[in-house]
């Protein structure tokens, strides 16, 4: 029989990167599931609820399926259901439940990913004070004397794709290691948000506080998401103030500081900024060079000193793209059974990312195109509004991003103006279930889809 406890182990170690799975929704979505048995070469897997089981087969099925058949396995699919299907496998499970029991209570390491620690981060002027207090973090989390009271909560900002998740984990990895006996919890806001509307529909807020609160280092990624979140912001409030009083350590990230979120109850946003913040910038240039040969290093790759500048000089605000754009020059490089990629292979390569691609859809297209099919701005269709043209127009514009986009339904909302991601939920179903009944909202599904072909 297999073993699909480190057959899920190990196809979890390699789908980051794939079909747009990321760190984020890697902790949100997928670290969450787990592998019961297998039936006809498809692995069946438990979500923890229906909203976690939709968007894993809307969004991340694939990436799962691709990572499965990477590390060589036989699975050919998966399926993924919720505690009350769980009758449908019953005997698969049964046969199985020897391997699958016992599962640790918490694994904190499982939680970092492994390359993403203090030795493979690169330090320049952009980065370098988020990069001392997040290591002061990590070597002395929650001290609370007076040397170290400022590093509580600690905050680090910057734009998308600039470090600040890789120095979440670096802490994480860093503790694990070097304090095995202290909690560590790391979080992304989207989760945070998921579990929290989870336990409110099942009942269950004293166990969601305790579950936050019981811990010696609480990370929070992206909590600009917490904007408009007024019952959770108090939670959390109650949350921060008692790890906080206990002397444990609050570790905080956002795409810009506290006092650009919007909606951020006063209260929290001086909790927030009463620590020590620190932003993350751009990279200059040698930075730039800098992390293209660390990454070189760590993966093994040989690239000509022409290339790394060019690659170094195309891309200057972020280290995400950075990264993917010398996998490309490197992958293009391959297929012409170059062993290193030359100047030439590099800039077409990189031509196809500057150019958009054709055929590639986004959700500005998505959006642009039912503007023009409903002949309404886009101000209309993300804003306020909810006359019955614009609150159908938008609704089958949210439908179609999230029929065509593998997006968090956290994003979406923040797409339009903020939005809650039960209003994502609702307009999506609301035009799922009027496509079957509904003639006009067919055909304007119909054609923004061909807009969008053409
Ligand atoms: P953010 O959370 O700020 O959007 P991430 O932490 O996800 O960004 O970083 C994006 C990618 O860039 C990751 O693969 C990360 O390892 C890499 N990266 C970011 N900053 C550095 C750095 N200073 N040195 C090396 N790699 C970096
Ligand atoms: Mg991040």
């Not at 002061?136 to 909560?153: D, E, I, R």
């Not at 948000?193 to 166990?207: C, E, F, G, R, T």
């Not at 921060?240 to 206990?246: A, K, R």
């Not at 909790?271 to 730039?288: S, T, W």
Request: proline content about 3%.
């Amino acid at each position: 029989m297999i073993d699909i406890k480190q057959l899920w182990k190990d196809a979890c170690s390699c789908v980051i990167g794939i079909k747009g799975v990321n760190a984020v929704s890697y902790s949100v979505w997928i670290d969450s599931l787990t592998p019961l048995c297998v039936k006809d070469n498809t692995l069946i897997l438990l979500a923890p609820s229906s909203n976690n089981k939709i968007t894993v087969n809307r969004s991340y099925k694939d990436a799962i399926v691709e990572a499965l058949t990477r590390i060589g396995s036989m699975i050919t699919d998966v399926t993924v259901i919720i505690e009350e299907e769980k009758n449908l496998y019953e005997s698969e499970i049964k046969e199985y439940s020897a391997i699958t029991q016992e599962k640790p209570a918490l694994d904190v390491k499982s939680q970092f990913i492994a390359r993403y620690t203090f030795d493979n981060f690169v330090v320049g002027d952009s980065n370098n004070l988020a990069y001392h207090a997040a290591i002061n973090v990590a070597q002395s989390p929650g001290v609370s004397n007076n040397t170290y009271l400022a590093f509580n909560p600690l905050f680090l900002y910057g734009g998308v794709g600039l470090g600040k998740t890789h120095l979440l984990h670096s802490i994480g990895n860093y503790i694990a290691d070097n304090h095995p006996d202290l909690k560590v919890l790391y979080t992304p806001t989207e989760k945070l948000i998921n579990d929290y509307v989870d336990a409110i529909s099942s009942n269950k807020i004293v166990a969601f506080r305790t579950k936050y609160r019981n811990v010696d280092v609480l990370m929070i990624d992206d909590v600009q998401f917490l904007q408009k979140r007024v019952g959770l912001q108090e939670v959390v409030f109650h949350i921060f103030n008692d790890l906080y009083q206990n002397g444990k350590q609050i570790v905080l990230t956002s795409d810009r500081p506290p006092a650009e979120i919007a909606t951020l109850e006063d209260r929290l946003r001086s909790r927030f900024e009463g620590g020590l913040l620190a932003d993350i910038g751009a990279p200059n240039l040698d930075m730039r060079i800098a992390i293209i040969r660390k990454k070189m290093l760590l993966e093994k790759i040989a690239v000509n000193d022409d290339v790394v500048y060019y690659l170094a000089e195309k891309c200057d605000s972020n280290i995400r793209e950075l990264e993917g754009n010398l996998s490309r020059v490197v992958f293009y490089a391959k297929l012409r059974g170059l062993p290193c990629p030359d100047l030439e292979t590099a800039k077409e390569a990189i031509q196809h990312t500057t150019v958009k691609q054709q055929g590639v859809i986004d959700s500005g297209d998505i959006i642009n195109a039912a503007c023009n099919y409903f002949k309404i701005t886009k101000a209309d269709i993300i804003g306020k509004k909810k006359t019955k043209d614009l609150a159908e127009a938008r609704m089958i514009a949210i439908y179609l991003i999230t029929d065509m986009l593998a997006i968090p339904l956290v994003s979406i909302g923040q797409l339009f103006g903020g939005r809650d991601h039960t209003t994502i939920i609702h307009a999506r179903d609301k035009i799922a279930a009027q496509l079957k009944e509904n003639p006009q909202v067919k055909r304007a599904v119909e054609d923004i889809k061909a807009m969008l072909k053409d």
